[in-house]
């Protein structure tokens, strides 16, 4: 099983949805985490709500550091804003494997309650495309740098 750690700099939306997302498609193939890098220390309601819509858990989450994970064995880190792309993992990420997918944080969304609720939803999509797309992939068998050129065109395509 491969162990995923997404990570953004709050930890309360984007990184939250793609932990759930990685855990309910991969399940048994993948175990998946989310960290950030300066976490706020609360999840995002709205992240939850979509969640919810979703058929997905919603207990359980919390608003961690990525040095949480000092301990736990860490094969793929995927950066979920521009702010943690751009930041240098601590030490013990080197040797994971890792790719990028920034995606506009929906909690920034200034707008009406469906405004904000669509917002979500695209960042939720966005997130199920790659997923989905990434757990097609042969990942067991690929080569670190095969992987991490496969997991930035993920995060470089629309879709």
Known sequence: ???????????????????ALFNHLGAGRVA??????HPIGRINSDALATLQRHGLATDGYKSQSWHEFTEQSIDIVITVCD????????????????????????????????ELI????????????????????????MSSAQLSKELNALGASKN
Request: with cysteine; net charge negative; charged share 15%.
């Open 1 to 19: 099983m491969l162990n995923i750690l997404v990570v953004c700099t709050g930890n309360s939306c984007r990184s939250v949805l793609g932990e």
């Open 118 to 141: 669509a917002a979500f939803e695209d960042t939720y999509r966005a997130l199920e495309m790659r997923i989905q797309k990434m757990l097609a992939l042969p990942l067991e068998v």
């Open 32 to 37: 998946a985490f989310s960290a950030g890098s």
């Open 83 to 114: 702010n943690a792309g751009g930041e240098v993992c601590p030490g013990y990420l080197h040797s994971a494997t890792r790719g990028h997918w920034g995606l506009n944080d929906p909690s920034h969304v200034n707008g009406s309650e469906s």
